[in-house]
């Protein structure tokens, strides 16, 4: 794992793949909880019965859901330690071109963009794949962008 603590750090792995996280099973009852927490009870989601005959033969994990995902499978991919807030600054651009059925287990993979300085500290843009195993298109293709204080 990756562990940063000093803007210069940061910089000077600008252009590089931090690495590939640790393999994470998505399981129905995070599906469920997640759709407890968004108000998207759609059947595809939470409706075992239903999606056994449904387009994907089962369940599948909200894409909002594997979206969500990214900062806590990158934990097993690298830290950004600075003394300043870190702060997720939003997204610059997201894909969903494979869904997740419930069972498989995905994991990411986190290249470090772009370092830019700003007033405030620095503005680092992060590109996130998490892909599910065994398949060849990834689950979400990811640009975020997280901004680092300064003191």
Request: charged share 20%; net charge negative.
């Amino acid at each position: 794992m990756r562990v940063f603590t000093t803007f210069d750090e940061v910089a000077a792995a600008a252009g590089e793949t931090l690495g590939t996280g640790e393999w994470v099973e998505i399981t129905q009852e995070r599906v469920d909880q997640f759709a407890e927490a968004t108000g998207d009870h759609q059947w595809i989601h939470v409706d075992v019965a239903r999606a056994e005959e449904g387009p994907f033969g089962g369940t599948i994990a909200h894409g909002y859901l594997t979206l969500s995902l990214i900062p806590f499978l990158g934990r097993s991919v690298f830290s950004i330690q600075t003394p300043g807030a870190v702060l997720n600054y939003g997204l610059n651009k997201v894909r969903f071109p494979n869904p997740v059925p419930v069972g498989r287990r995905v994991r990411i993979t986190v290249d470090l963009a772009e370092v830019l300085e700003i007033p405030a500290g620095r503005q680092v843009t992060l590109r996130s794949t998490i892909e599910i195993e065994g398949e060849t298109k990834p689950a979400c293709v990811a640009e975020s962008v997280v901004l680092l204080l300064s003191d």
